[in-house]
């Protein structure tokens, strides 16, 4: 599956983006779609994950209760919204599936490129 990640851009801290991934390839619904991000000089780091149909909904602790994971099977594509944004959140964001339920980066064999999300306090 080919992943395609759009949205990000520079906001102001309390602002909020919607970010989407566009699959195309492959069957869509076979995979567990999940969002990742990384900062300059650190690791790349889990933000959210959803199961096949989007029912089941898991979130690093630092965006719980900010950032809503979502997909439409239908049209192939998946989003994250991001309400609250704060500095800390500025980083490369990307979307990833996995044929399994996993918060490490390792276990998702396909990515998208990513898109820079920058929170300006």
């Known amino acids: 599956v080919q992943l395609q990640a759009s949205g990000g851009g520079l906001v102001q801290a309390g602002g909020s983006l919607r970010l989407s991934c566009a699959a195309s390839?492959?069957?869509?619904?076979?995979?567990?779609l999940g969002w990742f991000r990384q900062a300059p000089g650190k690791e790349r780091e889990f933000v959210a994950v959803?199961?096949?149909?989007?029912?089941?909904?898991n979130y690093a602790n630092s965006v719980k209760g900010r950032f809503t994971i979502s997909r439409d099977n239908s049209k192939n594509t998946a989003w994250l919204q991001m309400n609250s944004l704060e500095p800390l959140d500025t980083a490369v964001y990307y979307c990833?599936?996995?044929?399994?339920?996993?918060?490490?980066?390792?276990?998702?064999?396909?990515w998208g490129r990513g898109t820079q999300v920058t929170v300006s306090s």
């Open positions: 959803t199961d096949w149909v989007g029912r089941t909904k």
């Open positions: 390839g492959a069957t869509f619904s076979n995979y567990f």
């Open positions: 990833a599936a996995s044929l399994r339920h996993s918060t490490v980066s390792s276990f998702y064999d396909y």
